[in-house]
């Protein structure tokens, strides 16, 4: 069985599964959540309003329907208009999407490399001076909360050295840029600790499997065995941790957005459960469903690529 | 012996840091090793034989463990302390080594052939890359691997254990090497199979012209493929002769209950002659060796002498030429 049948497979399993969150969605929002009526017109509206309102929403037509309505919006991305600003959804996603990637973009390349060849460095000179170094490094940024560290962030590099800009954002590229250099920056500090424990512990795992020895025995240098031999092995749990974030970055860091007035996604949501804009939750909660779906597929996909004993099934 | 000696090991010491102190897994050992010809090390699990080629190797893992004192000469050239860049010219390229585990010591996501070619990459660098492919192809056909032309592109799960094995040796095999260190390369395989490998070693060996290490704990490969054998106890070497020696005149107790423990079948019926002999007791700990004879408690033979007031045995010269024996009341005539 070839590649492009597996994938095509996976695509297919895709389907049930998005229809299974849509059942749940549907019931969160159109069968738990309080009545839009409440929120959109107030504790004076009359009955007729109310009829109005919920014949306009597609209220009144019987549960099966309006759970396909639900499905609809899940494949066409078609959400409807928000509640509070009576935008197009899908418009207000487009626009929230750059500012959004401008941050978690460079955060996930940079945090990634950062973290894999730090744990590459401390796997080789494991036991040494500098893994020690880099754990209690580690530690720490797991440990300190993330909120004080962007406020000690903010205060630090922002006010007292005045080296970026406290918060606030500007479209367009170049422009952007001395908005993000500080969240990026810190949320690498805070990421960096947990993803370095993680990937050295994963490359450790192969560092002392028998082919390593027979890569030495070959006398490959241990810059080789690491980067060759010991990386390709560990590449399914890193790709795993990897893949399992790009979801956010498309989505965007919901609290990191709101420290920075960063008008991304994150933000938005943020802004949407504040005000009780139903279609606006229910539009971020269809697409982190499928995108945490669609990327779970690309994972397994690559699984194939990267390990030649994962059968193609 | 006569022939052209390559490599020589002389009072080797490895000692590892462990929490509970440092032990001696190795402590002075001397062995040599001929062009051509076949050095067997046999010895109990624990008993410092792989360690010992390990450290030829230069593959002790430090921390925790190290070449404490000795010397270890590879045509004269020494390999303690060496310039770790000149040790990997020498590794996989002069001294190569195969392993006991051949389902786990191939890389699972390369293909048999980058794992041949990279090991020629690394000590021909003059070979064109087109070259590399069809040596590698050769040397998977010199080890009996059918059709390897298309083995070449499989991954090391798609062959079994055997085959993998070959593998192994293709590798090791593929610079030429002067000295081959085989670490138990049998024991993880059927006993069909185990005769096949042999074979093939043997074979190779004359057509190569290398001088084999083979470290087993199974008698009956040493009775037929070593031409000299080193008994390991506990770090140290107790017996050292050519093999028709150690297997006529045993002289120390311990290589005497080695052999004893060999089963012993009738050749025509098959049946079991008597109840299987074994050696009493246990290996002592290497954290707790008993002063004198590390044997001196499993043996049958111990004497006041063996207890220490006379120090440990040294190896001593013992009946027949090139036989040395470290015991005091080795085993006469049998």
Known sequence: MNLYAYILRRLLYVIPVLLGVCLVIFVLFNLVAPDPAFILLGKHATHQQIAELHHELGMDKPFIAQYFDTVKTAFTFDFGYSWASKQNIWQMIKAGAGPSLSVTGPLFVISNIFAISLALLVAFYRGKLIDKFVLVLSIAGMSIPSLAVVLFGQWFFAYKLGLFEISGYENGFPNFIPYVILPVILYVFISFGGDTRFYRTVILDEAYQDYVRTARSKGLSELKVMFKHVLKNSMIPILTQIIIQIPYLILGLIFAESFFSIPGLGAMTINAINNSDFPVIKAMTILSAVAFILFGVITDVLYTVVDPRMKLK | ?334
């Open chain 2, 1 to 334: 012996m006569n022939t052209e000696k390559i490599l020589e090991v002389k009072d080797l010491v490895v000692e590892f840091r462990t929490e509970r102190g440092v032990v001696k897994a190795v402590n002075g050992v001397n062995f040599e090793v001929h062009k051509g010809k076949t050095l067997g090390i046999v010895g109990e699990s624990g008993s410092g034989k792989s360690v010992s080629a390990l450290a030829i190797m230069g593959l002790i893992p430090n921390p925790p463990g190290r070449v404490a004192s000795g010397q270890i000469l590879y045509r004269g050239k020494s390999l303690v302390n060496i310039d770790p860049s000149e040790m990997r010219k020498i590794r996989g390229n002069k001294i190569a080594m195969i392993f006991q585990e051949p389902m786990t010591s191939l890389n699972p996501v390369f293909t048999i052939g980058n794992q041949i070619e990279e090991v020629i990459e690394l000590h021909q660098p003059h070979l064109s890359a087109s070259e590399r492919a069809a040596k590698a192809v050769d040397m998977l056909r010199l080890v009996g691997i059918p059709s390897p032309e298309k083995r070449v592109k499989e991954y090391p799960h798609q062959l079994s254990g055997g085959m993998r094995q070959r593998v192994m040796i293709a590798i090791a095999l593929s610079c030429e090497p002067d000295i081959l260190i085989a670490d138990e390369p049998t024991t993880a395989l059927d006993v069909t199979i185990q005769a096949q490998i042999l074979e093939l070693m043997n074979k190779l060996q004359k057509e190569l012209g290398m001088g084999i290490i083979l470290i087993t704990h199974d008698l009956g490969v040493v009775a037929e493929t070593c031409d000299h054998v080193a008994v390991m106890y506990c770090g140290q070497i107790v017996e050292s002769a050519d093999v028709e020696t150690l297997f006529n005149h045993p002289s120390h107790p311990y290589t005497k209950g080695l052999m004893d423990s060999i089963p012993d079948f009738d050749s025509t019926s098959g049946h079991k002659k008597e109840r299987l002999q074994t050696i009493e007791g246990m290996v002592p700990s290497l954290f707790n060796l008993p002063t004198g004879c590390n044997f001196q408690d499993r043996c049958s033979k111990v004497t006041e002498a063996c207890r220490g007031m006379n120090g440990d045995p040294t190896l001593k010269p013992a009946k027949g030429d090139d036989h040395f024996v470290a015991c005091f009341n080795p085993l006469e005539n049998i």
